[in-house]
């Protein structure tokens, strides 16, 4: 029977997958994982968060348009050799040192983290206040580190910097050195991640910067209507990918070769088809399933999305040299998690490096949350043929009906998407109404860019905390481990590609007005 | 209950044989799928545009 409702630190862990109010030694709860998604809710604090926090910036930035630029003094970090010429604010108006709008950036990230931090899982101590600040530090610090001319610098650059050589990685390399970071601390000191879970945690970051790639689509979309359209249109073929053939193939994979019980196989095909630890949890929940079902396939969805996004992007590179549109796609369709898609999709685009105004990010985030939009249908969906046709696995936790209610669509709906749509939507009616203000719509992107940056890289380094790699070595995980194996590298990576390859071979990776700009 | 100390009680025995229902589930998603795919394939236009490549970057700078 289930048995909701333990709350540690305000944070919701099943009652049953706890001894002592302590998370247990085989499965640590990576700080990825949300359990909120068992039980229905309206509205989680997390959305909330991510919708103010991702809203406000986006509001902040508009502002720009009326020449009220009160996000100008934000690190704009550049490709560097000289550490003195590292950072500029981003508004062209702001005249500051790059000490200071460093340090500005710094602490007004730490003070909003502190407080999201607050709102989601408690009020915070002095030490984890201080871990904050310092693990933001190390961020900016790694984002710092990636711009490095040597690492980053791409053919473009390297005159202007007297470069002879380097590799390329444009400054997007600072992803993988947090990365890298993350998996160092996450793998060689568990017990710090264990106490600080509330902090290390890519949700908080991920989610508002979906809402942020909802605003910089809004103003391409006004720069290039019918590009945009393109882009948005083919995102259908993400969900009928997803929903309707990922998800068949996986189940059947499941029951019928490696024998799971449903129990299983319905967490285990959504965690490996649709969008990984949030639809595992949610459609585990429909069924009635085990907590511990959900939560042992979210634990290896976070360690293979890891492996993933260190692979994949570059197979794309060199599998498909011409096509960054269809590189793009893929990794929304392929990368399992919302955090590591998106990452993938940040890998990608420095990869190609299509230069100003690309669409690789978006391509990769529009598709993502076109799959995730339908996270609630399909819940409801299951739990009705669940109910009608095996009623008896649908056990009944606390304080639930065991009837399914309409409502939970709405429910498990992904509230932070709203803020993707609204902000998106914002931008294309203001920018309708107002097209002679084209240069502040461009310079409010490029401080939603700024922001949306800095949150990947802390996500990032949240990432690689979380992929806690000895896990896979618990007894038991083989089969488990299997069938994603098959599911991801024998099944879904193939049939990705060749719909990505249909849906967007040939569509152009820059607004066409901005090609050829740096 | 699963305890999940005890790895042993993580799934190891066969299940169940698919009932109609799950197969009923998993034929009309493939066939709705792609049936909806090749619609969605034929009916959105094609971008005639083609993206060119950027001057290619690797550790030898162009000369």
Redesign the interface.
Known sequence: ?LAFASFQRNRFVPK??T?HGKA????PFPPYLDFSGMKTQSWKPEDLIALFLGLGIVGLALLSVWTYDLLGWSAGVKVWVDWTKIVTPIGPTWEMGQWASLSLTWAAWTSVAAVAIWFTRGKLGITPFFILGSLLAVVLLCWIMGHEGHLAA???D?TKLGL?????LTGEAGYLVALALGLIVGNLFPQFVRRFDNILRADLWIKPAIVLVGGAVGVKALEQQA?AA?VL??G??AI??A???Y???I??LA??VF????E??VPLASGISICGVSAAIATGAAIRA?P??A??VSSLVVIFSVFELLILPWLAHSLL?????VAAAWMGLAVKTDGAAIAAGAVVESL????KGSLLVATTTTIKVFIDLFIGIWCLVLAL?WE???PTERTIGEGQSGKVRWTEVWERFPKFLLGYFFAFGLMIALGLFLPERMKGFKQAADEMDLWRKLFFAAAFFCLGVGANFRILA????G??TMVYLVGIFGIILWIALG?SW??FH?????L?NL?GLP | MIDPDNPSELPTGPAEPLARAEIGLVTVSLVVGFVLLVVLALTLPKNPTQWQPPPKAGINPPK
Request: charged share 15%.
């Open positions: 029977m049953q997958l001894q247990t030694k085989l499965f791409t053919a473009r390297r002879t050589n380097s590799l390329g590009l393109t249109w083919r259908l073929a009928i990918e929903y309707l053939i998800w068949a193939l189940y059947l029951r019928v024998r799971f019980s449903r299983w196989a085990k511990m079902v939560v042992v040299p011409n096509e960054p549109m190609y490096d299509p230069g043929l009608k046709y095996f618990a007894a038991g995980l089969r488990l719909i249909i849906f040939g569509v152009p990776a820059t066409p090609v």
